[in-house]
């Protein structure tokens, strides 16, 4: 089993997504191992975008993400990192296939309503971030 860091953002909280993206991750198979409402700092928005620091677009995320409340969640499952992307859909919604949660919902790549991990070494990093431990990777 494969942990990974999984966050709607704050336009999928503002919309009232979370229960319909939860309940996508439950029939999907995962588990839900831990979540939390809460309201990114911009220190930590920082953190977890330092990968993109020199992107021109870097001080917009990091003020999109921090000035409303997330959902973040920690979700457990079968190569979990590699199926919540496919279930998330591409970071353009334009490129997003229909029934992917992006495809479904997000409107623009500025609002795309979910964040997922991209890795493993990236799932137990924003896992520590935001929940303060390492993620699990029991086998």
Same mark, same amino acid.
């Given at each position: ?11 999928? $909280?503002?919309? +009232? ?6 309940? !996508? ?8 191992? &831990? %979540? ?37 969640? $920690?979700?457990? +499952? ?6 919540? !992307? ?8 334009? &490129? %997003? ?43």
């Amino acid at each position: 089993m494969e942990q990974t860091f999984i966050m709607i953002k704050p336009d999928g $909280v503002k919309r +009232g997504l979370i229960g319909d993206i939860v309940l !996508r991750f439950e029939r999907k198979g995962f588990t839900l191992i &831990d %979540a939390k409402l809460m309201l990114v700092s911009k220190e930590m928005a920082e953190k977890h975008y330092s990968d993109l620091k020199e992107k021109p677009f870097f001080g917009e995320l990091v003020e999109f993400i921090s000035a409303n409340p997330v959902f973040a969640m $920690v979700w457990e +499952g079968n190569d979990a990192v590699k199926q919540s !992307r496919a279930l998330i859909g591409a970071t353009n919604p334009v &490129d %997003a296939e229909i029934g992917s949660i992006r495809g479904d919902f997000a409107t623009d790549v500025a609002s795309n309503i979910i964040h997922g991990s991209d890795s493993i070494v990236s799932a137990d990093r924003e896992i520590n971030l935001f929940f303060r431990r390492k993620a699990s990777f029991a086998s």
